[in-house]
Nanobody, 119 residues
């Protein structure tokens, strides 16, 4: 069973920075992609950033402010968040998409970590 453990959330003032980290454990056949999603109160969960084979993807609202990185050997993924805005306030979830030997995909999720940005 794959487990994802997140750390690094908290309370920060607007303009500040936070770094989220996520460590994956368990038996993983092949990591297809890792990333971060977030869900604000009353809103749907949205993709924030993903990284796959070194290629990165960001939602427009965080481009230029957030940076995703991955340590392949350790199966960890991090999200450096700079110039934070109150609208970045949300629960952030780590995601790992595994590709099986049969090329099927399965998603795993962390428990979520709260990020609160005060104005």
């Amino acid at each position: 069973q794959v487990q994802l453990v997140e750390s690094g959330g908290g309370l920060v003032q607007a303009g500040g920075s936070l770094r989220l980290s996520c460590a994956a454990s368990g038996i993983i056949f092949r990591v297809n992609r890792m990333g971060w999603y977030r869900q604000a109160p009353g809103k749907q969960r949205e993709l924030v950033a993903t990284i796959s084979s070194g290629a990165t993807n960001y939602v427009d609202s965080v481009k230029g402010r957030f940076t995703i990185s991955r340590d392949n050997a350790q199966n960890t993924v991090s999200l450096q968040m700079d110039s934070l805005k109150p609208e970045d306030t949300a629960v952030y979830y780590c995601n790992l998409r595994e590709e099986s030997r049969y090329s099927t995909l399965r998603n795993y999720w962390g428990q979520g970590t709260q990020v609160t940005v005060s104005s």
